[in-house]
């Protein structure tokens, strides 16, 4: 029963790829129409949060990345945690540039909509600084 659990999740995650190439073939081929390449997702790739890890990490993450990467995405925005962030360009984990000039990987943006960070029911400001280079607070 987990085996067909699991094939019904890698299935999904195909046809999720598929779906993504299909968008981004022909983006790359006009970049003169379509200047910026924007991918948009509920959980961020990377992200500061001490109270929560970042949801899209592991097979979906890798995925993505190289995808996003292959193709030319300028800019990944997501939400999903409570607290903004804004990224330099990072690919597989590290920055790839410390401006966001031509770029070549993607900026990352988490809207942070909610704005606060929440643990045990309490908001708690638990972002106090970056974690790592690719992270850039303001």
Sequence with gaps: RE??????RERERERRRRDV???LI????NRTIRPWII???????????WDEI?????AERAMFEEMFFAYG????????MHSYERLYPVYRGKATSFDYNNPRSPAHVITGA???NEQFGWCLNMM???HGTQSKLI
């Design 3 to 8: 085996r067909g659990r699991e094939r019904e």
């Design 21 to 23: 190439i299909i968008m």
């Design 26 to 29: 022909p983006s790359k081929k």
């Design 39 to 49: 991918a948009v997702g509920h959980r961020p790739h990377y992200c500061s949060n």
């Design 54 to 58: 970042c949801d899209g990490v592991g």
């Design 73 to 80: 995405v300028d800019l990944v925005i997501s939400g999903h």
């Design 114 to 116: 909610a704005g606060c």
């Design 128 to 130: 106090v600084m970056p």
